[in-house]
């Protein structure tokens, strides 16, 4: 009983410090295990990491990267010559419609941008179209003349309907753009709105998105914005009336206008003035 | 419990590392085209323009790509500092990550709203921003029994 309370004693008291020390070894080899498992998971998710981060940096970098190599100019470019008159004039190009022999032209100098040239496209424009240019009493000549302290898409817009002209849908896009001045007027970016619109009307997205993200026209749309400078256009949309060798500006840019216009042209030429 | 708790990393924290920095990509893509950097969005589902076009893309002159930038940033730094030795049972972390996943899914909801009923149009980026915000939250959820129990 003694021998077996001390047996017991002893087991008792020895075997207990082992127990222990075996629990405290198995404690510690439990938080071996788990910071190895915890080091392995944190090996996992470092790669995970770096395989989202690899795929992100490259998808954004291209796009970004692409766009940004390919520049559009969006900005007046030097067009050497323009101070001579002659070169000025073979230079700058406005886009016709209508027939040439026509006893009138109406010239438009314009800013895509400008509400009052998206008013006078969408409203008058289609009065001049039926009832002028179709009829073969006037032909229709726009010129581009981008407001660009004001209007910053202003003269890419116009290189946009350059780049349509290209595809044969000038004059589709021309509509098409003041139809949606107000959506892509106010984006950061309109390369994007433009490249949708120039799809939108049959062009080829991609020859379209090429041509606009180069400086492919801006020569053209600097020369029209130098000959209305030298024509001393004042605001856009300013309109005029040629015939009979005269030439007149509107001072109310409405279709009843431009018929009173060609009335005066046409009584002064009667009147041998 | 609180050693062999953190001998770990929470699996919670480094999933809302994981989501936080996929949507800081799909951010910088948006922010890159705010200003103008990226050309033409592409968006195969959706009208990406409609929804980047109107008045709704901004907070004042902040455009929200940026402010869904910033959020997942701050999202994946708190997370990444929350799996470190040391953090891997912090509290303020933990409070942290859930009332930012919290805020960012409840703004989330509000910019699908518009995109639903006001612009009637979608941004298939806005939607998988979206998705992943509310992920996020669902991964931030787990951090409620820390903030409840661990008081040790």
Known sequence: MTAAFFGAACTNTIGAPLAAHRGVNVSRAEDRKKAREGGSDMTKFYLILGVIA?????????????????????????????????TLVAMAQGVKKGDEDAPFTIIEFGDYQCPGCGEFGLSVEPQIDLLLVQTGRAQFIYYD??????????????????????????????????????????????????????????????????????????DVVSANMRLGYELAVPSTPTIMVQGFGQLRRLRNNSYQGIEEAMAAIEAAAAAGN | MGSAASATPPMNRMVIAALA?????????LFAHNL???????????????????IYAKVGPVPVS???????????????????????????????????????????????????????????????????????????????????????
Not at chain 1, 145 to 170: E, I, M, N, S, W
Not at chain 1, 173 to 181: E, P, S
Not at chain 2, 21 to 29: D, K, M, P, R
Not at chain 2, 84 to 101: H, K, N, T, V, W
């Open chain 1, 54 to 86: 690899v795929v992100g940096i490259g998808a954004v970098g291209y796009s970004v990267g692409s766009n940004t190599f390919g520049t559009a100019a969006s900005e007046p470019v030097e067009v050497p010559g323009l101070d001579d008159q002659a």
């Open chain 1, 145 to 218: 003349f981008p407001l660009t302290q004001v209007h910053p898409h202003a003269f890419l817009a116009a290189r946009a309907t350059r780049c349509a002209q290209d595809g044969d849908k000038y004059w589709e896009y021309h509509t098409m753009l003041f139809r949606n001045q107000s959506s892509w007027s106010v984006q950061q970016s309109a390369i994007g709105a433009f490249v949708g619109y120039a799809e939108d009307v049959g062009l080829e997205g991609d020859a379209f998105e090429s041509c606009l993200k180069s400086d492919e026209h801006a």
């Open chain 2, 21 to 29: 920095l996929v949507g800081i990509f799909v951010a910088l893509y």
């Open chain 2, 36 to 54: 103008g950097l990226g050309g033409p969005m592409v968006c195969g589902v959706g009208d990406c323009a409609a929804v980047q076009s109107s």
């Open chain 2, 66 to 152: 940026a402010i869904g930038l910033v959020g997942y940033i701050a999202l994946l730094v708190l997370s990444f500092m929350g799996i470190q030795p040391g953090r891997r049972d912090s509290r303020a972390i933990g409070g942290l990550l859930l009332a930012g996943a919290f805020g960012g899914t409840v703004f989330s909801a509000y910019l699908t709203y518009l995109e639903a009923a006001v612009i009637h149009a979608w941004c298939q980026y806005c939607v998988i921003s979206a998705i992943l915000i509310t992920l996020i939250f669902f991964a931030a959820l787990a951090e409620v029994p820390r903030l409840r129990g661990n008081r040790s």
